[in-house]
Nanobody
Framework: VQLQASGGGVAEVGRSLTLSCAAS????????IAWFREAPGKEREGVSC????????YFRDSVRGRFTMSRDNAKNTVYLHLNSLEPEDAAVYYC?????????????????????WGQGTLVTVSS
């Protein structure tokens, strides 16, 4: 059972990146998926999450309207689309999976327990 986060890199302010969270050993659509980020000197914070099966999403205020999430069930992968990047978006991004039912994750702002975590992928925003 494994989560693999990828897609990080360097992007200029205002540009876009897409992060991927691929699962192996379990079906990602059976889980709520969240993205967290941790910038140097700051605590890890929840960025967004998507509920299992119905695709309901939640985004923290600072990224709402700029970031989106999507699922590709055929690839067993969830994506985080980072648009209109700002310097404050620079961080290591982690994906996590929770078996909590329905919209528990999104109704609680992604603040739930997660069974699986991927390794981080670094996003650098250049000006």
């Amino acid at each position: 059972v494994q989560l693999q986060a990828s897609g990080g890199g360097v992007a200029e302010v205002g540009r876009s990146l897409t992060l991927s969270c691929a699962a192996s050993g379990f079906t990602l659509d059976d889980y709520a998926i969240a993205w967290f980020r941790e910038a140097p000197g700051k605590e890890r914070e929840g960025v967004s999450c998507i509920s299992r099966r119905d695709g309901h999403t939640y985004f923290r205020d600072s990224v709402r309207g700029r970031f989106t999430m999507s699922r590709d069930n055929a690839k067993n992968t969830v994506y985080l689309h980072l648009n209109s990047l700002e310097p404050e978006d620079a961080a290591v991004y982690y994906c996590a999976a929770s078996a909590d039912p329905d919209r528990i994750a999104t109704s609680r702002g992604c603040r739930i327990e997660y069974e699986y975590w991927g390794q981080g992928t670094l996003v650098t925003v250049s000006s």
